[in-house]
């Protein structure tokens, strides 16, 4: 929790229940809590403008004003550029939803200037006017049923309704949504009117069209589905049919920004090494015994190899900065030793008055080094210092960069 906010209560027309079914208190992005005369509302590491009924809308900033700004290209390994609105002469104070919105129409728009994605679909005729292939069997299928007017076909149309244009689609009207009354709202109905022959999906299968992306030749859209993933998972509008002038919530989820963009420099900074996510690869908390499949399985945000050789990083974006919770130390400790890691480290923002850099925690009985790696989250330069831990590089018997 970084942010709490007293409301009188009689300012709401709104019940308790109405309040608790508002979407961005389903989604987690923040708690509601209606006791005696107040109404309170903890947020928890998003950002963005959070609708209340349709008279109020609160405004929660990032916890590191231009974080966004500063990892959204990292965090899109450098594919998707930062597109911001004209009128603002410091890119910082745009809110972060927007920022992504913007960029997100303006990638996409270049990805589709010589034409959206279209491929061969299979589909059957049945009637009297065919076209295509013949379809031998079931012609006489129909006509043993006293149909002999009619022949059956086999036809291949070139649709562009693809897994890819689903979630390209998908992702254009929620930026446009966002962006409607700016300058980009023209540019957003552009992109909208391109994919108009694209079946809508309120929730898109981003993982098939992540892998459709790769099979068509088409590897350097993986970014987009990336990122109109995060407009359509972390930004959720009121509600479907509400009118674009009712407020509006719209959020970016910060923490996991800077989880992504910490793997990405990650997997530049310790290359040759092999960087993923444990989440591709989790491991059991336990070997045996009753409570081992139910426990949550370790799945560090960022898992180095090399060889036999193993290091983790937990990415933590919270309100106390560098200063670690017990919590947070125990389970990087438990997903070390079930990683078998010889070095770990929470990588975290440095707050206003913290110092940045390397803090060496200690080894445990295994001989894991233990470590928090802070910097200024809106300094590239200063997270890649951070991240490159020494111990680390020792640990996987890589060179450390000069």
């Known amino acids: 929790m970084y942010a709490t906010i007293d409301i009188p209560k009689a300012e709401f027309a709104e019940s308790a229940i109405e309040l608790s079914t508002l979407p961005w208190v389903r989604n987690r992005v923040a708690t509601l809590t209606v006791a005696n005369s107040n109404v309170r509302i903890d947020s928890y590491g998003f950002a963005g ?82 076209s295509g292939r013949l379809d031998t069997a079931r012609t006489m299928k129909a006509w043993a049923t006293g149909r002999r007017n009619v022949l059956a076909t086999s036809i291949r149309r070139l649709t562009p ?41 309120v929730l898109p299968d981003f993982e098939h069209a992540r892998r459709y992306a790769v099979m068509a030749g088409r590897g350097e859209d993986v970014a987009l589905v990336d990122i109109a993933e995060l407009l359509i998972t972390g930004m959720t509008l009121v509600g479907s049919g509400a009118a674009l002038t009712s407020p509006m919530s719209a959020w970016v989820d910060v923490p996991d920004l800077f989880e992504r963009a910490v793997l990405a420099l990650t997997s530049t900074l310790f290359s040759p090494a092999h960087v993923f996510h444990g989440k591709s690869s989790p491991r059991a908390l336990l070997k045996r015994g009753d409570a081992a499949t139910r426990l949550r399985r370790a799945e560090p945000d960022v898992v180095i190899q090399n060889g036999s050789r193993t290091v983790i990083f937990d990415a933590k974006y919270r309100s106390t900065g560098n200063v670690a919770s017990e919590q947070s130390l125990y389970q990087l400790m438990a997903h ?51 991240l490159s831990w020494s111990t680390a590089f020792k640990a996987l018997r890589i060179a450390t960069p000069s």
């Open 336 to 386: 070390a030793d079930a990683w078998n890691a010889t070095a770990a480290a929470l990588v975290t923002p440095a707050l206003p008055g913290q110092s940045p850099g390397v803090e060496v925690l200690g080894t445990d009985s295994r001989g894991c080094t233990y470590a928090v790696l802070s910097a200024d989250p809106t300094n590239v330069g200063e997270l890649s210092s951070a």
């Open 49 to 130: 403008h959070l609708a209340i009924g349709t008279s109020h809308t609160i405004e929660v900033r990032e916890l590191v004003p231009g974080t966004v700004h500063a990892l959204f290209p990292i965090a899109t390994h450098q594919r998707i550029r930062v597109a911001r609105q004209s009128t603002r002469t410091d890119p910082r104070s745009e809110p972060p939803h927007e920022l992504i919105a913007r960029s997100f129409i303006s990638a996409a728009l270049e990805a589709t200037a010589s034409g959206i994605d279209r491929r061969y679909e299979a589909s059957r005729y049945l009637g009297e006017q065919p």
């Open 161 to 201: 309704d693809t897994p890819l244009n689903r979630v390209l689609a998908a992702g254009a009207l929620r930026a446009y949504e966002i962006t409607a009354y700016s300058d980009t709202a023209s540019l957003g109905g552009a992109l909208c009117a391109r994919l108009a022959g694209v079946t809508p999906q």
